[in-house]
């Protein structure tokens, strides 16, 4: 498989797991899965054709290891980055490093230091481990910033993180008081 192949199939996957099941016909449940077959039949529908094996390729080689197969080979699921209603991952509460970051374009940087992070149309807000994979977040989006979340000092007063299978770090929100730019 062509690695234009992979890639416009990662997509589409990430496009319908995480936010337009409906778009296909398919029908995720509270944790996400979905079934193969349906999300095979239902994008041939809408003229996305792709294959199994190709699914089976997108999930074993997608370096951010953003979708999972279920045990028995038969369901998908993208591991976080939901915004779909039908959608209401259960992650059990992890305590964070003492900080994380967040890569975002330069443009937001005045809106996050008034409001600080919230989540937008998905769920949780999403947070790196390492401010590299936090920069190439921001480029996606503009001249990249890295931010510094106070994250230690979040849990010490109750905040609630979780850990997605993928190592991405979620929590509901992030309060500009606990956050400050990176020197990247």
Request: glycine letters at 10%; proline letters at 4%.
């Amino acid at each position: 498989m062509s690695n234009k192949q992979l890639v416009s199939a990662s997509k589409f996957l990430s496009y319908v797991l995480r936010h337009e099941p409906q778009a296909i016909g398919l029908s995720l449940d509270s944790e996400g899965w979905g079934s193969i077959e349906a999300l095979i039949a239902g994008g041939a529908q809408q003229g996305h054709t792709f294959s199994r094996e190709l699914v089976e390729q997108v999930v074993a080689t997608s370096d951010k290891k953003r979708f999972e197969l279920s045990a028995d080979g038969q369901r998908i699921r993208a591991v976080q980055g939901h915004s779909t209603g039908s959608v209401a991952r259960e992650f059990e509460p992890k305590q964070p490093p003492d900080t994380l970051f967040h890569g975002t374009a330069s443009r937001f940087v005045e809106s996050i230091r008034r409001e600080g992070l919230k989540p937008g149309s998905r769920h949780h807000v999403h947070l790196s481990a390492d401010p590299q994979t936090a920069r190439s977040v921001g480029q996606r989006y503009g001249s990249p910033v890295v931010l510094v979340v106070d994250a230690g000092r979040m849990h010490a007063q109750g905040h609630v993180f979780h850990q997605a299978e993928n190592g991405v770090w979620l929590t509901d929100a992030v309060s500009s008081q606990f956050l400050r730019e990176g020197t990247s």
